[in-house]
């Protein structure tokens, strides 16, 4: 495996495989690439095929996904399990694959007529939008198998741990048992915290990830035995990508920031405010004004 030979591979899923494009004829089986029940909020996939898309019909989700690798040893990993970042529960690319000496890093981002859409209502999101958001799911979960599997078959191995069954994403007050240990709100394995160690990008002020690509745009990671030489980090501040405009909590509908705090989020307030406004399109649901209509939203702002 080459970085360019996963960039080539990566590249043709994304232009080619049916997942990212809407309506289009999907298997919705149990298997770990679609399952909704155990990487998604909803738990009935089926009920994805039964729409009428109309005019979205065969729109795409995301364009050409970019990716970054750091050693499985940074100590960039040992920082997220501290308290004041995400907590000790937080694991490390060894607990998901012993033999670990690479994690990927992979950010997908959304279609570019998608995040304009978005921008022009401040109220609610766009059906674009919210197509992307959860019918998207599909092709995250589908795409971080995918780079797993091209690695296994290249003689390495690799795991994805949004799709592991000890992944554990806390979005209830009253944890399920055996989880009680992950906070409301946080996980065992964040994302875009794990974005920033491998140098695919840094938060912005109201915690969105801002890649190369911009922030507006979906994460997955897979952890792996592969040795590969890791990317440089061109910043070394959490807010490296970021110019501090503000833009991003103005977008903020349900006023969800803490002025005084930078960088944080009051994340009951802003779930409160996408169910209240997203009522009326369930099962599907999103936001997404912090990552659209921005100067960020399609590049960083990094010098």
């Known amino acids: 495996m080459t970085r360019e030979k996963l960039q080539d591979i990566i590249n043709a899923f994304s232009d080619e495989s049916p997942m990212n494009f809407l309506g289009m004829n999907v298997d919705d089986g149990d ?8 990487n998604n909020l909803n738990n009935n996939s089926a009920i994805f095929k039964q729409d009428d898309f109309g005019e979205y019909k065969g729109m795409r989700f995301f364009e050409r ?22 907590g000790e529960h937080h694991l490390l690319p060894h607990d998901w694959l012993p ?16 995040v304009e859409s978005n ?11 919210l197509y992307t958001r959860v019918d998207g799911q599909r092709f995250l979960l589908a795409l971080g198998a995918m780079i797993r599997d091209a690695l296994l078959a290249d003689g390495h191995k690799a795991v994805t741990p949004y799709t592991e069954d000890k992944f554990i994403m806390q979005v209830s007050t009253n944890p399920a048992p055996g989880t009680e240990h992950v906070p409301p709100f946080s996980s065992n394995w964040s994302e875009r915290h794990v974005g920033v160690v491998t140098g695919l990008g840094t938060f912005g002020l109201s915690t969105n990830f801002i890649s190369r690509a911009g922030c507006a745009g979906r994460l997955i990671s897979i952890v792996t035995d592969w040795d590969i030489q890791p990317d440089e980090r061109d910043y070394d501040d959490w807010l490296g990508y970021c110019n501090r405009c503000g833009a991003c909590i103005r977008r903020c509908q349900a006023q969800a920031h803490f002025p005084d705090k930078p960088g944080s989020k009051d994340h009951a307030k802003c779930g409160a405010y996408i169910g209240k406004v997203c009522a009326p399109y369930q099962p599907r649901y999103g936001c997404g004004k912090c990552q659209s209509g921005l100067p960020c939203d399609n590049k960083s702002m990094k010098g």
Not at 65 to 84: H, L, V
């Open 31 to 38: 298997d770990e690439q679609n399952n909704y029940a155990k």
């Open 99 to 114: 033999e670990a000496k690479s994690v990927i890093s992979v950010f997908l981002p959304y279609n570019r007529s998608t």
């Open 119 to 129: 921008a022009k209502n401040d109220d609610v999101p766009s059906m674009e939008w």
């Open 65 to 86: 996904p970019i990716f970054s690798i750091t050693r499985a040893d940074d100590s960039g990993f040992m920082e997220i399990k501290r308290p004041e970042v995400v």
